[in-house]
C-alpha cells in the first residue's frame, strides 16, 4: 500500500462528497426536448457540471458537441480512461425521500444516481486528482471519459468518442463490481407489438394497461382499466382479487359502474437483475388471465402471462441457461403500454457468455411472438464480454486491487450491460462491493460514503497500475 496516496485521497473525500451531491441533484434524464442537446437539457446540465469540477481540480477538459466530454491528465501517446455514466433512469415507485435530494443523511448519500453511476465516476475523477498529486511519472495519458447516453441501451456517446478518438489502451468503466469484472451477459432489448382487430366478442374490453418506465428496470407499478357490464366487473374483481391474495401481491382494485382499474405494486430493481425485484406488469398479466377480456387483446395478454409472467428464466420461452461462473440467463419485462387495439411490451434478454447463441435466442423470441400475433423488433443488442483471466488488462487491474488491499483478485461475473460492450480494450471494475445492498435503479438508492471513499482509493491504484 501507499500510505501518502491514501493520505491524499482521503484529503478530497470532502469535496467529493460534495460533487457527486451537486450532480446527484440535476434530473439527469434522457430526453427529446427543444434544448438542441443531443440528449436533452438536464444532461448537458449534468455534463457542465462534471467538466466544472474537473477544471477545478486542473485537468483539461473537451467537450465534444455535447455529445461526450472528458478530462485529461499527462501527455503520454498511449492513453488508459476510466468512463462512467452521468445519465440516469427515471427514480420509479415506492422512495422514503426525494429521489433527486443530494443529500447526507446517515452516513450516506441518497438519491438517484449515487451508485449507479455517478458517485463511482466521480471517484474516479478523484482518484485521478490524487495520483496526480502523488507526483509519480506516468508513462501514459489518463482519461476519466464523462458518458452520456447509457442508460438508454443506444451508448451514441461511445459512437461519438470512436469516431473522434482512438480506443485507450487500457479502460474500466466504474458500473460493476469489486474485485474484477472479466465476463459481463450479453444484451438483446426488444419491443413486440400486436394489434388488434376489433370484434363484437362478449367480454370485458381492454380500455388500457400501462406499466414501468424504464428498460433498465424492474417495474414497480402496472395497471389496467377493464370496461363492460357490471356483472362481468364484478366476477373478475372478486376473482383478481382472490388471485392476488393468493400469490401476496399487493393490489388496489377500484370498481365503478362501467368499468374497473386494477393496479398492481411490485418492487424496482436493476433489469439485469430481476430476482432482487417484484415484476409488478407480469404480476398483473398473470392477475388479468382471471379476467374476461375479449378479442386479440385478451389473447395477447395470456401469452405474455403464460410465456414470461414473473418468469426471470425464460424458461416458458425455450430460452433457458446457465454458466457456472457467468450465471444464469434472465428476463425482465420491464414496460407495457396499449389497450383494445394494440398491445407493445419492451424487454430485456441478458445471456450468459459461452452458453445458448443470440441467433437461438432471437429465433425463439420471433417464433413465439410471431405465433401470437406479435412483432419482434430488437432494438439493441450487444453480444457478451469475455476475457481471458490471463489477459494483460484483468492483471493490471487485479494488481492494482492486490496493491490497495493485500487481498488476493477473484474474478466476477456481471449481468448488466455496461460500456464495456462497446468501448474496446474495457472491462467493469467496481463499484459495488460484496455484500453491499445494491439499490441500483430500485427506490431508496443511496451509497455509503465508506464506501465512496474505499472506491476512490481502489480506482487511484487501478488507475496508478495502467499508467506507469
Known sequence: MNERLDRIVKSYL???????????????????????????????????????CARQLDFKVTDLDGKICWADYGDGEETVAVMGHLDVVAPGEGWDFEPFCGCVKNGAILGRGTQDDKGPLFSSLYALKAVA??????????????????ESGKMRDVEAYLKSERPPLYAFTPDGAYPVVNTEKGTIKFTSTAVFETTSEEGLSLEKIAGGESVGSVP???????????????RTASAVAAAAKRNGWKTKIAAASDHLTITVYGKAAHATLPELGENAVGRLLILLQAAEISGGAGKFVRFLADKIGVEA????LGI????????????NMAKISGDEHSITVTCGIYIPAETISFDS??????QAFSAAG???????????????????????????????????????????????????????????FENEDDRAHGANERLLITNLMESTRLMAYAILEMAR
Do not use: W
Open 133 to 150: 498529486d502523488l507526483g509519480i511519472p506516468l508513462s501514459k495519458r489518463v482519461r476519466i471519459i464523462f458518458g452520456m447516453d447509457e
Open 220 to 234: 414497480a407499478r402496472a395497471e389496467a382499466v377493464l370496461r363492460g357490464e357490471i356483472q362481468a366487473l364484478e
Open 14 to 52: 470532502p469535496r467529493l462528497v460534495q460533487s457527486v451531491c451537486e450532480s446527484v441533484r440535476i434530473p439527469s434524464l434522457c430526453a427529446e426536448d427543444a434544448s438542441g442537446f443531443p440528449y436533452g437539457m438536464e444532461i448537458a446540465r449534468a455534463a457542465d457540471h462534471a467538466m466544472a
Open 320 to 331: 433457458r441457461a446457465s454458466h457456472a461462473h457467468c450465471g444464469a440467463l434472465t428476463v
Open 361 to 366: 435466442v432471437c429465433a425463439a423470441l420471433e
Open 374 to 432: 406479435g412483432s419482434f423488433d430488437p432494438f439493441a443488442k450487444a453480444a457478451p464480454l469475455f476475457y481471458s483471466p490471463e489477459h494483460p488488462l484483468i492483471k493490471t487491474l487485479q494488481r492494482g486491487y492486490h496493491n490497495a488491499t493485500g487481498k488476493e483478485p477473484y474474478l466476477v461475473s456481471m449481468c448488466g450491460g455496461t460500456y464495456s460492450k462497446r468501448m474496446p480494450n474495457m472491462v467493469p471494475y467496481g463499484a459495488t
Open 313 to 316: 428464466d425464460g424458461r416458458s
